[in-house]
């Protein structure tokens, strides 16, 4: 069974521009999670999708969206980039069994705003 | 004041001894408990979860919650080289918004 994939794994911007990441979740998994990572602040929530709704959001800007597809898979956008926002961005699914379960995450897409 | 809270280590201890990783959440609502651990360079992965009061043992790890003083703790007995990594201590109110504490970084050493 193939894990969570993440694309792309590295990537580097500039200030003000924008970027998409991509999530495949484990085949089977309608949530995924979107993460935010970084030394200080550890990882940060930022949002969680469910057959396509999004039913929870984090703490973080309006710049800062997603959204997921009818196969699951799930995007997240952040726009007018900031140097703040270089950090390792992990995405995670679930299966659905009634409870919050497990966690999967993937490997990460790494983002350095320059 | 952080949802989730844990001690930032690092925590270092000897090979075959007993480590001992707390944490404290704020929300009184919450239902689901879980030990993530990460190792440098790797994504987090589940070695733990716990629902009610209590311990709850798998393996070399125990697992303990005490939710009137909003307490978490995981006990890993013999400890190895190999369980060296950042644990994570997660909460989440049952609604699939799970908050993760910063983590705290335990060595073990030969």
């Known amino acids: 069974k193939a894990g969570v994939t993440q694309t792309p794994r590295y990537l580097i911007k500039t200030r003000g521009q924008q970027v998409t990441l991509s999530c495949s979740p484990i085949?089977?998994?309608?949530?995924v999670s979107w993460y935010q990572q970084t030394p200080g602040q550890g990882l940060q929530f930022l949002f969680e999708?469910?057959?396509?709704?999004?039913?929870n959001k984090g703490n973080f800007p309006g710049r800062f969206s997603g959204r997921q597809f009818s196969n699951s898979r799930s995007e997240m956008n952040v726009s007018t980039l900031e140097l703040g926002d270089s950090a390792l961005y992990l995405c995670a699914s679930q299966s659905w069994s009634g409870r919050t379960g497990e966690l999967f995450f993937g490997e990460g897409s790494r983002l350095t705003v320059l | 004041q952080k949802e989730v809270e844990q001690n930032s280590g690092p925590l270092s201890v000897p090979e075959g001894a007993i480590a001992s990783l707390n944490c404290t959440y704020s929300d009184r609502v919450s239902q689901s408990f879980f030990w993530y651990r990460q190792y440098s360079g790797k994504s987090p992965e589940l070695i733990m979860s716990?629902?009610?009061?209590g311990d709850k043992e798998d393996g070399r790890f125990t697992a303990q919650l005490n939710k009137a003083s909003q307490y978490v703790s995981l006990l890993i007995r013999d400890s190895q080289p190999s369980d060296s990594a950042t644990y994570l201590c997660a909460v989440t109110r049952g609604n699939n918004d799970m908050r993760f504490g910063a983590g705290t970084r335990l060595t073990v050493k030969p």
């Open positions: 999708y469910f057959s396509e709704t999004q039913r």
């Open positions: 716990i629902y009610s009061n």
């Open positions: 085949s089977g998994h309608r949530s």
